[in-house]
Nanobody, 115 residues
Framework: QVQLVESGGGLVQPGDSLRLSCAVS????????MGWFRQAPGKEREIVAT?????FYTDSVKGRFTISTDSAKNTVFLQMNDLKPEDTAVYYC???????????WGQGTQVIVSS
């Protein structure tokens, strides 16, 4: 059984940094396309970054966020720098082997950026 557990969210001020972690159990992360998504209040879930053969970032986070994998820990990270109020959302980790529709999802971690 594959499980994903996110951690690292919190309340920060604009310009601060956070690092989100997604610990994967049940299968090796290298078997998946890994992704970070977010959902802000009243908005649809959107993709933030993915890492597989290639790395993808949505335009609004390019140059500020970095997705990475620690294979030894079977964990995926999202380093978020220069956070902005519009980054406020619940962040979800996902692991896909055949499309996001059938991906495994974590429970989400809240990120609030406010002064």
């Amino acid at each position: 059984q594959v499980q994903l557990v996110e951690s690292g969210g919190g309340l920060v001020q604009p310009g601060d940094s956070l690092r989100l972690s997604c610990a994967v159990s049940g299968r090796t992360v290298s078997n998946f396309l890994m992704g970070w998504f977010r959902q802000a209040p009243g908005k649809e879930r959107e993709i933030v970054a993915t890492q597989g053969t290639y790395t993808f970032y949505t335009d609004s986070v390019k140059g500020r966020f970095t997705i990475s994998t620690d294979s030894a820990k079977n964990t995926v990270f999202l380093q978020m720098n220069d956070l902005k109020p519009e980054d406020t959302a619940v962040y979800y980790c996902a692991a896909a082997s055949s499309g996001w529709e059938s991906a495994y999802w974590g429970q989400g971690t809240q990120v609030i950026v406010s002064s």
